[in-house]
């Protein structure tokens, strides 16, 4: 398997890394929304956000917010991002899990503003029993 992501952390790939433990690697996106657009994965492959076993996702979580900290107190930005993308149509590239935290500013071109749906008639409550038909499942 040639990933991107496995190359960075086995050091066959050049990356500015920006903080790694036994765990986790976090690193500058190369083509970033904003400069300081920063991602943070497991060193294991995992495809995606629902392969990530739970005490992994944890600690994924408490390092997203250590690098966002950092992000805000560095570069000030306005605001940020956290978020994941899963599976092609979500705008998933790299099959290794990782969380996107991008800085974001007021004059921005970009903005996750996106074209919001209206729910017609019950079809709210519809979607809202599918899904907790399997939230206790
Ligand atoms: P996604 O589209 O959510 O899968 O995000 C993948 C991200 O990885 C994109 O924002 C890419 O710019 C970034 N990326 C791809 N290759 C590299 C690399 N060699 N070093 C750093 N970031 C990368
Ligand atoms: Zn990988």
């Known amino acids: 398997m040639n990933c991107i992501f496995c190359n960075i952390i086995n050091r066959n790939s050049n990356a500015e890394i920006l903080f790694e433990d036994d765990d986790i690697i976090s690193f500058l996106d190369i083509r970033p929304v904003n400069f ?3 991602l943070v994965i497991p060193k294991t492959h995992y495809e995606n956000f629902l392969a990530v076993p739970d005490d ?3 600690k994924l979580i408490k390092t997203t917010k250590l690098l966002s900290v950092a992000i805000v ?3 000030t930005p306005d605001g940020f991002n956290v978020i ?3 599976g092609t149509a979500a705008g998933q590239s790299v099959f290794h899990f990782h969380f996107h935290i991008i800085p974001s ?3 921005d071109d970009f903005k996750f503003k996106l074209n919001l749906k209206n729910y017609l008639d019950s079809s709210m ?5 599918k899904i907790r038909s399997e939230v206790n499942s």
């Open 36 to 38: 300081g657009h920063t």
């Open 84 to 86: 994941t993308n899963n």
């Open 125 to 129: 409550r519809e979607y809202a029993d």
């Open 105 to 107: 500013y007021d004059e």
């Open 73 to 75: 107190k560095s570069l």
């Open 56 to 58: 992994i996702l944890a």
